[in-house]
T-cell receptor, first 114, second 112 residues
Framework: EDKVVQSPLSLVVHEGDTVTLNCSYEVTNFRSLLWYKQEKKAPTFLFMLTSSGIEKKSGRLSSILDKKELFSILNITATQTGDSAIYLCAVLGSRGTSYGKLTFGQGTILTVHP | NAGVTQTPKFRVLKTGQSMTLLCAQDMNHEYMYWYRQDPGMGLRLIHYSVGEGTTAKGEVPDGYNVSRLKKQNFLLGLESAAPSQTSVYFC???????????FGDGTRLSIL
């Protein structure tokens, strides 16, 4: 059974701090790993990572994938209160019964205090 | 700029009642998905569709049925609601299986 585990489950920081969110996975047929941000409503797409060692970056957010050790990290530098959200990690299957399906982790709840 | 639209946004049902959740997307996406989100469990796939007229079971399909009569719409039905189906339901769509899925704002469903 495919499995995605995120850590920590929750995190409280102050504005300006840097945070690292972790995602490890065990899946049979891996195609890519995705990060989503969920505020009050819909999860919104952040990054899709397919290759090891290539950092994806968007403003203060960055992410990298290690396919050998089966994990990914999401970094947020100089956090702001608007970064408060649930961050979801998901793995996309590549073939067989996993083809095109996302398996999600439990999510990390990030709270940024002013 | 609608994207994925879910109706209704909230609903309270009594045990045994039936209802249908509607998902509509205006991006001409081939693939559509229904998830449920419960505290501490992330999102779990209920059913999905790889094109008009097709449906398939996901991870937690029991107690739900789906239909995709038109490409832009994906319906999720609860025939006889149970308290265990209290959850937030999300619909998503994607252009193809390898692309990121785009989510609707969710339907919060409570079953008493």
């Amino acid at each position: 059974e495919d499995k995605v585990v995120q850590s920590p489950l929750s995190l409280v920081v102050h504005e300006g701090d840097t945070v690292t969110l972790n995602c490890s996975y065990e899946v049979t047929n891996f195609r890519s790993l995705l990060w989503y941000k969920q505020e009050k409503k819909a999860p919104t797409f952040l990054f899709m990572l397919t290759s090891s060692g290539i950092e994806k970056k968007s403003g203060r957010l960055s992410s990298i994938l290690d396919k050998k050790e089966l994990f990914s990290i999401l970094n947020i530098t100089a956090t702001q209160t608007g970064d408060s959200a649930i961050y979801l990690c998901a793995v996309l299957g590549s073939r067989g019964t996993s083809y095109g399906k996302l398996t999600f982790g439990q999510g990390t709840i990030l709270t940024v205090h002013p | 700029n609608a994207g994925v639209t879910q109706t209704p946004k909230f609903r309270v049902l009594k045990t045994g009642q039936s209802m249908t959740l509607l998902c509509a997307q205006d991006m001409n996406h081939e693939y559509m998905y229904w998830y449920r989100q419960d505290p501490g469990m992330g999102l779990r796939l209920i059913h999905y569709s790889v094109g008009e007229g097709t449906t398939a079971k996901g991870e937690v399909p029991d107690g739900y049925n789906v239909s995709r009569l038109k490409k832009q719409n994906f319906l999720l039905g609860l025939e006889s609601a149970a308290p265990s189906q209290t959850s937030v339901y999300f619909c998503a769509s994607s252009y193809d299986r390898g692309q990121p899925q785009h989510f609707g704002d969710g339907t919060r469903l409570s079953i008493l």
